[in-house]
């Protein structure tokens, strides 16, 4: 049971290169979500999808896209990278957790760097 | 708009110590409380999960409360050791509106309180 894993581990990109995040889970979650953290700003909510088929925004969206390809996978895209967005990027799936309640698993994140 | 803040932003302290990590949020409409604890370099662990309808959660030295009405939670590690030293976040859970599935909750996060603890 690997969880919720997430390709490539690091990534350099010129500004404005396009690339792709992948995002999978193993455990059946319905719902999957993509953040970000910066330092001393926290981990902020890119996007997220409730179920297979749906995507919305969360607070930081813009010059990114998802694609929930499937139950499992949640890609993230950037299609011209620009310097504000070198950050580390996590992607969380949310199931029933041993309390009852549902709680979000997160992978290990991808460092991205834009110069 | 819900935010939640951690003090202090860094602490460091003597092994053995006993310690208490604060947070506090904004609008007390949340489902549940977590705490995360994060490696340099690495993810998030989940550490405690407080429901809204609780007061507090243990999990081997570590013991979590939550104060829905004034706001507060704290995170008190007892007896900490070296390999406490880590990021510890608290997250605050929403619902996403207009989405009744079960699940489909966001977390809103604070900055984190950086802990060291030395041998």
């Known amino acids: 049971n690997a969880g919720v894993t997430q390709t490539p581990k690091f990534q350099v990109l010129k500004t404005g290169q396009s690339m792709t995040l992948q995002c999978a889970q193993d455990m059946n979650h319905n719902s999957m979500y993509w953040y970000r953290q910066d330092p001393g700003m926290g981990l902020r909510l890119i996007y997220y999808?409730?179920?297979?088929?749906?995507?919305d925004k969360g607070e930081v969206p813009n010059g990114y896209n998802v694609s929930r390809l499937n139950k499992r996978e949640f890609s993230l895209r950037l299609e011209s990278a620009a310097p504000s967005q070198t950050s580390v990027y996590f992607c969380a799936s949310s199931a029933l957790g041993r309390q009852g309640y549902y709680e979000q698993y997160f992978g290990p994140g991808t460092r991205l760097t834009v110069t | 708009k819900q935010e939640v803040t951690q003090i202090p932003a860094a602490l460091s302290v003597p092994e053995g110590e006993n310690l208490v990590l604060n947070c506090s949020f904004t609008?007390?409409?949340?489902?549940?409380l977590q705490w995360f604890r994060q490696d340099p370099g690495k993810g998030l662990t989940s550490l405690l999960l407080?429901?809204?309808?609780?007061r507090e959660q243990t999990s081997g030295r570590l013991n979590a409360s939550l104060d829905k009405s004034s706001g507060r939670s704290t995170l008190y590690i007892a007896a900490s050791q070296p390999g406490d030293s880590a990021t510890y976040l608290c997250a605050v859970e929403l619902p996403i509106p207009y989405i009744t599935q079960g699940g489909s909750e966001k977390l809103v996060f604070g900055k984190g309180t950086k802990l060291t603890v030395n041998p």
């Open positions: 407080i429901q809204s309808s609780q």
């Open positions: 999808s409730a179920s297979e088929g749906t995507t």
């Open positions: 609008d007390s409409a949340i489902y549940n």
